[in-house]
């Protein structure tokens, strides 16, 4: 199992940020989880990766229990692309240099790589479109072609799990529309590899995510085979509001009826 939640719940200040969460994820599946703001997305992410510890329930994330292993080791097996990342890394180096380093899953490129690992980083890069910006400085890249050269950092230390959270934040529509194609060659492409993406907006659920969640003021409002989630019926439930979804080009747009 990839991850297997049962009865999450994370309290702050008497008040419940996550309750109830039973979630189970299985090795070959790839999930949207689609929330409002302040739903408890990033709390939820924050759970995976161990940097928060649940205040009720039981959390197994590739089969270890919390509490019971180290988190830095499990934290090489999980890949984390936030757009928030972004900025706070990268000065000088190139995109190749900044895909190489996530070898090591380190911020800058201080190890050894190798010739394989080379070959590994132009394989990514050549998977998500980046060949012509392989030698540019990562600061002068645009947002998308950030993002690309960090999911491809994410990817290059083979994660098991793969997290990109709110990836097209900031994006144009091309430049998103390109995004999400690159991401869906990715779900197909690595078996390997469960990706969870994480979003408020469910036209950016792709095809290659059969599963997705809805969460909602902390709470899973539903989850299952995405086809039957989103729909227009379940989405006004949630949203309390009628509106319809349309599918185009196998996306599913919502419009306020
Ligand atoms: N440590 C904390 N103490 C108190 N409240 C918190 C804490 N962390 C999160 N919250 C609250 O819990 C709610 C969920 O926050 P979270 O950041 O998980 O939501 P989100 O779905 O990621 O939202 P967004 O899409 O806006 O990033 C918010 O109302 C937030 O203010």
Avoid at 203 to 232: A, R
Wanted: hydrophobic share 40%; proline share 3%.
């Amino acid at each position: 199992m990839i991850i297997d939640m049962k009865e999450v719940a994370f309290i702050r200040e008497d008040e419940y940020i996550l309750q109830g969460i039973n979630w189970r994820v299985k090795p070959g599946e790839h999930w949207g989880i689609l929330g409002l703001n302040g739903s408890g997305k990033t709390t939820l992410l924050n759970i995976i990766n161990g940097y928060l510890l649940p205040s009720r329930g039981e959390v197994r994330i590739l089969d270890k229990e919390f509490g019971k292993f180290d988190l830095r080791q499990l934290r090489k097996s999980i890949g984390w692309v936030s757009s928030s990342l972004q900025e706070r890394l990268y000065v000088r180096e190139t995109a190749k240099e900044i895909v190489l380093s996530g070898k090591f899953a380190t911020i800058g490129l201080y190890d050894e790589v190798d010739e394989a690992d080379i070959q590994k980083a132009v394989m990514l890069m050549e998977q998500l479109d980046c060949m012509e910006i392989m030698h540019k400085p990562y600061k002068i890249l645009s947002q998308g072609e950030k993002q690309k050269v960090l999911i491809a950092r994410a990817l290059m230390a083979s994660p098991k799990l793969l997290i990109l959270d709110e990836p097209c934040t900031g994006l144009d529509m091309f430049a998103r529309q390109q995004l999400l194609s690159v991401i869906e060659k990715i779900g197909l492409e690595n078996s390997s590899t469960t990706l969870i993406y994480v979003t408020h907006r469910t036209e950016e659920i792709s095809p290659v995510f059969s599963k997705t969640m809805l969460l909602k003021k902390g709470k899973i409002h539903s989850l299952g085979n995405t086809e039957e989630v989103l729909t227009s019926r379940n989405l006004s439930d949630f949203y309390k509001t009628p509106v319809t979804v349309s599918a185009k080009n196998q996306y599913r747009w919502v419009q306020i009826v």
